[in-house]
């Protein structure tokens, strides 16, 4: 078969899955899933390439776009929509957009992965400039859809990268970022859905994660700059804090209640005894990176 179809192939470890017991169906796909973290593991280096690309434009007031059709735009969506509450972004700082708009993220729209007109409208619609990421994603590589976008947006000089699980996608050819996360024939065949759709967000999570680390959304592995929008959330607000402060949690509740949930207000306030507007002003001018404020 065409390697251009890779995603498509026929696995023979499942042929027999419609016949097994639930159980051992279940082991099939499990050991189908296996495979992911390898393929994803074998493509670290092109992903370390992206996030540094991504960071560069974050420094420049770029926004990073991730454009997918089907199940792909879907994962892209998502992840976007997590970086405001998780690092508190502004909403158009990571976004997500999938063929066929919204109502794409619960019916699938006819035709839409291959409307090449529909990714012009979008790209026009999002006024996308040279200092904007986009990170094309697709199974297969090929939808007309994502390849359109990511041509225009080579022309007009921005920063592409593409993320498939097939070696030989169109995509590789408007990409400055090639990342393919091998992953083979899926246990039921060509539903993408499954170990490549993994892989995706695996790689989707590894991309957002980073970039926001190097941008200084956290300190150490905490969530410095999460937004406490519910009371779980206002609890790792908490631990946060006194964890950094070393101080007792009742300090730190006292202290976030006081100037509503601003973690990094409040770590100045209970270590350096700053007010808010000095805290602010301090964490304005290095960037709101705090480790640079501690050295």
């Known amino acids: 078969m065409d390697k251009k179809t890779a995603t498509e192939l026929i696995n023979h470890d499942t042929m027999n899955i419609d016949l097994v017991g639930t159980h051992e169906m279940l082991v099939m796909i499990n050991k189908e899933d296996k495979k992911v973290a390898d393929a994803v593991e074998k493509c670290i280096p092109q992903i370390a390439k992206a996030v540094d690309i991504i960071v560069r434009n974050f420094l420049h007031a770029g926004r990073l776009f991730y454009v997918g059709a089907g199940t792909s735009g879907r994962l892209g969506v998502l992840d976007a929509s997590e970086c405001p509450p998780t690092f508190n972004t502004p909403p158009d700082m990571v976004q997500g957009i999938i063929a066929g708009g919204d109502k794409a993220l619960r019916l699938a729209i006819e035709g839409a992965e291959d409307s090449e007109e529909m990714a012009l409208q979008d790209f026009e619609d999002y006024d996308i400039c040279n200092n904007d990421t986009i990170v094309g994603i697709s199974a297969s590589g090929d939808a007309k859809y994502i390849c359109k976008f990511l041509q225009v947006a080579k022309l007009k000089k921005c920063k592409t990268i593409a993320i498939t699980s097939n070696p030989n996608a169109k995509m590789k050819e408007y990409a400055d970022c090639f990342i393919c996360a091998e992953t083979g024939a899926e246990a039921i065949s060509g539903s993408t859905r499954m170990k490549a ?47 950094i402060c070393a101080c007792k949690e009742l300090t730190a509740l006292n202290v976030l209640e006081e100037n509503g949930y601003k973690i990094k207000h409040a770590i100045l306030n209970i270590l350096y005894g700053m007010n808010y507007e000095e805290a602010d002003k301090l964490l304005k001018e290095h960037n709101g990176v705090l480790r640079r404020i501690f050295e």
Do not use: C
């Not at 967000?201 to 956290?218: C, D, P, Q, V, Y």
């Not at 905490?222 to 959330?233: E, G, H, R, Y």
């Open 197 to 243: 759709g993994t892989a995706q967000k695996m790689i989707l999570n590894m991309l957002s994660t980073a970039s926001m680390i190097k941008i200084g959304k956290t300190y150490h592995n905490l969530m410095i700059d999460v937004k406490p929008t519910n009371m779980k959330l206002k609890r790792r607000a908490v631990t946060i804090v006194s964890e």
